[in-house]
């Protein structure tokens, strides 16, 4: 039977899924039934220092559903990162810690673009027991005017001090969590890994417009009449999440090794968390699909890996990581394999028409011909 646990940046977590930050963290009692239904780890909600100048709207999301089946495919969220209060947070993951004491709890943090303040909040988060940080350089709607979130997180120069800032303070495993919303995801991430980062996280939502309600001609998700673009995310992003974490994974196995990629974005089944896997991720999140579906979630998807690692012969983890990356070429390089194998293909099937003259029986008569042709 195939093994799920995984050890990410020395954190043993009993299988590779993991609660994304969002609603599935939103306080104690969510996240310790996460531990109950056997989540490998949990990040928490976004939190900061200042919570009371966090002020949510409602409604904050928008879904989008197949035509047939009307299952929800596509979500879109306009909410912003925790509203509850900093020292509550402290207490809270203090008596986690002090329940769950073998389990993985991360803090997701976000703070101004202020060295006190970033310090100030990996030192009180880590004095009170979290296993490790994962910077929130990327929610692309919130809290732009305090340059928060994606503003510094599409900054490679930002991501890079911001991060040498947590690093210099940090005691436990951080982690760089990205935007999708830039043209090359490899800069940002480089510039957190040149800063000491242990890990990159990816991606978090895609900048989006829901649609537009054909009665009232409002856009959505609509608060008073009026909206904001907001963060795209479930099922729909999962082909642009992979090409990302793909890009993320080749870069470090170039020039990070060693450092690690928590893949993120419209996982809802092993399946999913297996492509993720396959492409260098070391850990996969879930978010929406939580949402979707509850947390018992984690026991179908477990099983699902599990089996898919039977099929191949895969005892561990560690065994089909980053193993698909192998087959990514240009498209120059493609039209140049293509046309060797077609090549080979010919001089195959060439191969097998050439027949002595005596076994010559006529039906083939014409291939026969072509085969000892050259042009
Ligand atoms: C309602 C909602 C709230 C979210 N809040 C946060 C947040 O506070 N911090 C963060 O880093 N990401 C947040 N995210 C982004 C998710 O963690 C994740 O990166 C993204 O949704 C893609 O994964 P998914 O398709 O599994 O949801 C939020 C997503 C949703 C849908």
């Known amino acids: 039977m195939a093994d799920l646990t995984t050890t990410v ?37 976004t939190i900061s220092l200042e ?55 991360i803090a997701s943090i976000m703070e101004e673009y202020r060295k006190d303040a970033w310090c100030e909040i990996v030192e009180r988060c880590q004095d009170v027991g979290v296993n490790a940080f994962e910077l929130n350089l990327s929610c692309p709607h919130g809290l732009p005017e305090r340059k928060m979130g994606s503003a510094m997180g599409v900054n490679p120069d930002l991501v890079e001090e911001v991060t040498g800032w947590v690093m ?16 090359r995801i490899e800069d940002p991430s480089a510039a957190a890994l040149r800063a000491g980062a242990d890990g990159i996280s990816a991606i978090n939502t ?21 909206t904001t ?21 080749t870069l470090m196995r170039t020039d990070f090794p060693g450092r690690t990629l928590s893949g993120i974005g419209g996982i809802e089944t092993g399946h999913d968390a297996a492509e993720f896997l396959l492409l260098g991720s070391d850990c996969v999140q879930v978010c929406t699909g939580v949402m979707k579906m509850g947390y018992k979630m ?23 990581k980053g193993y698909s990356l192998q087959f990514f070429r240009t498209h120059a390089e493609l039209v140049a394999i293509q046309a060797e194998a077609r090549e080979k293909k010919k001089a195959e099937h060439d191969a097998q028409m050439i027949r002595e003259d005596a076994q010559w029986t006529g039906d083939d008569f014409v291939d026969q011909s072509d085969a000892l042709s050259r042009g």
């Open 229 to 249: 673009p907001g963060g795209y995310s479930c099922q729909a992003v999962k082909p642009i999440a992979l090409r990302n974490c793909m890009e993320i994974a």
């Open 9 to 45: 940046n020395g954190l043993l977590m009993p299988n590779p899924f993991v609660i994304g930050s969002g609603p599935p963290g939103t306080n104690a009692n969510v996240i310790g039934k996460a531990f109950d239904e056997g989540w490998g780890a949990v990040i928490a909600k």
């Open 51 to 105: 919570a009371e100048k966090v002020i949510n709207v409602q409604p904050r999301y928008a879904r989008l559903r197949s035509r047939d089946s009307k299952e929800i495919f596509g979500w879109e969220n306009i909410e912003l990162i925790s509203d509850r209060s900093f020292d509550v947070w402290m207490d809270e993951f203090k008596s986690l810690k002090d329940k769950y004491p073998e389990r993985i709890l």
């Open 168 to 183: 210099s303070v940090a005691k436990v495993p951080v982690w760089a969590k990205m935007t999708p919303n830039v043209t």
């Open 298 to 320: 984690v026991k179908p998807m477990m099983d699902e890996l599990a089996s898919f690692m039977d099929g191949h012969g895969f005892n561990s983890i560690d065994e089909f």
């Open 206 to 226: 895609i900048r989006c417009v829901l649609g537009v309600d054909l009665k009232t001609l409002r856009p959505e998700p609509s608060v008073e009449g009026y």
